[in-house]
């Protein structure tokens, strides 16, 4: 894996919501740095800590050395899915917070409130006018949701497919002599 796939891959949870779908691999974002760095020689996938935005927390998938197609196309499509995912909570929680805070402001101007109270302190709603909040966003974004929901089931049963794959031929490979790393050509004597 080289540095830019790797830069790219641990950056793409802080990039804005209207371009994280649509940034380019290879060129990662230049000014950025983060904690989250597997080393070069790792085997493993590496799970990062969660992004602030989406609560997600990040994957780095491991490149065997001699990655076949078939383990190249189910790594492409589990990164995909998860930047997929990540773009959706992404936007959703963002939606979220700002619409409950609207919603929050606009009640305490009805009640003739203030956003703060005589000490200072932010005010808040019970937990009886939050549910109206809470039943309205999720009445409006439920078809939003619904087709989220198909699309991630879809979208995961193409993954355990093409994992069923890549671990069938793998027993294949390894029933019929042939070694995942560097072939030896054999010279006829």
């Not at 990655?67 to 899915?81: A, I, M, P, S």
């Not at 005589?118 to 966003?137: D, I, N, P």
């Not at 087709?147 to 890549?166: A, C, D, H, P, Q």
């Amino acid at each position: 894996m080289n540095v830019r796939t790797i830069r790219y891959l641990l950056f793409r949870t802080r990039r804005s919501i209207l371009t994280s779908s649509r940034h380019s691999a290879g060129q990662p974002p230049q000014d950025e740095n983060t904690r989250f760095n597997p080393a070069p020689t790792s085997k493993y996938d590496w799970i990062g800590p969660p992004d602030r935005l989406s609560n997600l927390r990040p994957v780095i998938y491991h490149i065997p050395e001699n990655e076949t197609q078939l383990e190249r196309k189910l790594r492409h499509l589990r990164q995909e899915t998860e930047d997929w995912n990540h773009a959706f909570w992404t936007y959703q929680n963002v939606t979220f917070t700002k619409e409950k805070e609207q919603f929050i402001l606009s009640q305490l101007k009805l009640k003739g409130l203030t956003e703060k109270d005589e000490r200072g302190r932010q005010r808040t709603l019970s937990s009886e006018e939050m549910a109206v909040f809470y039943k309205h966003f999720l009445d409006k974004n439920c078809k939003k949701h619904a087709s989220y929901n198909k699309e991630w089931y879809r979208r995961n049963f193409t993954i355990t497919l093409l994992m069923g794959r890549v671990t069938l031929h793998s027993i294949w490979r390894a029933l019929s002599g042939q070694v995942r790393s560097k072939r030896k050509t054999m010279m006829p004597e």
